[in-house]
């Protein structure tokens, strides 16, 4: 398992810095948005996923009525401000939701990276910081730009589809976009490209699940912001880990044989 | 973009080759699966902001 275990040394690396470039962009850029967009999901009240109000509110009441539910709410306080009963654990507001946020960041940059680096070593491999803002790009076009198009980035309180249909959804323009844009990278054919266009533009033709309503109480300006701003993180997302892949990649086998055999 | 002349592992057989790269990629598509499109709610609540930052279906 050795070039497995080379594959997972890059993409750790890779993941872990365009993860932690991502966490800062999103906690400048993106973030801000969101807690926004929460004071309207909030105020409007009755919508499904409320995050905080609605479940104080319900303690404070059982707290004034029962003896028993004041026991329960002081014990745990925090818990029931930060996550609704019906919603499960939540991490509380401030530091343990952003460093939440940061894990999460770092951990899907890893398995971000792994896909990427496991993907361009069928086709020879990331040859250095360049050839990885390439791959960036694709990256971008096929886990950003694709799936946005159809399902552009929403905000808490925006109205949607079903949940797993739009998942559905999001992983077949993923995986189409994939094949087309291999197919006119590594297949000179003119068939075989009129076929890439064809699974690129196939997902939109059958367009993506829509909610019943398009009504929100979020303004179109906040929300253009947010589409805005998660593209453009997004971008520089894969750019970052396209490039530290062909970086980290180059020093592994810049050293030739023997940092290989080390490893083996 | 096939300039790259050396490859990582260059001596393991193609067969083992493919899977050991087939593998990597699984277990990097289950990983961001998890983090993002769980519907376990703790999963979920850990990685809101992170989903929603992401433009991944959420709610």
């Known amino acids: ?264 | 973009m096939t300039t790259a002349s050396v490859s990582l592992g260059a001596s393991v057989s193609s067969q083992s080759r493919f899977m050991q790269l087939a593998l990597a990629a699984l277990l990097g598509i289950f990983v961001m699966g998890f983090v993002g499109f769980s519907h376990i709610d703790a999963v979920h609540n850990a990685a809101h902001d992170y989903r929603h930052s992401m433009a991944f279906p959420c709610h």
């Not at chain 1, 999001?170 to 990278?185: E, P, R």
Request: include cysteine.
């Open chain 1, 1 to 264: 398992m050795n070039l497995f275990r080379n594959v997972v040394f890059i993409a750790a690396i890779a993941g872990l810095v365009a993860g932690v470039v991502l966490a800062c962009l999103q906690a400048y850029a993106t973030v801000p948005l969101i807690l926004k967009a929460e004071v309207y999901e909030q105020a409007g009240g009755g919508h499904h996923h409320d995050h905080g109000a609605p479940a104080a509110t319900d303690s404070n009441a059982m707290s004034t009525t029962a003896p028993a539910g004041d026991a329960m709410s002081s014990a745990a306080p925090a818990a029931a401000e930060a996550a609704p009963a019906d919603e499960g654990w939540a991490p509380a507001e401030g530091f343990e939701r952003f460093a939440f946020s940061v894990l999460a960041n770092i951990v899907t940059g890893i398995g971000f990276a792994l896909i990427l680096v496991a993907v361009s070593e069928f086709a020879g491999g990331i040859g250095g910081w360049r050839q990885g803002v390439f791959w960036g790009l694709a990256g971008f076009a096929v886990f950003t730009l694709a799936p946005g198009l159809g399902l552009p980035p929403e905000l808490p309180a925006m109205p949607a589809a079903d949940l797993t249909q739009r998942q559905i959804w999001w992983w077949a323009t993923v995986a189409a976009t994939t094949a087309g844009l291999g197919l006119i990278a590594f297949r000179k054919s003119l068939p075989l490209a009129i076929l890439a266009v064809l699974l690129i533009v196939a997902p939109h033709v059958v367009g993506a699940p829509q909610p019943d309503s398009y009504g929100t109480a979020i303004p179109e300006g906040l929300h253009h912001q947010f589409v805005v701003a998660v593209t453009v993180t997004n971008l520089v997302f894969w750019l970052v880990l396209g490039a530290v892949v062909g970086v980290v990649r180059g020093r592994f086998t810049g050293t030739a044989t023997s940092l290989r055999d080390s490893f083996a």
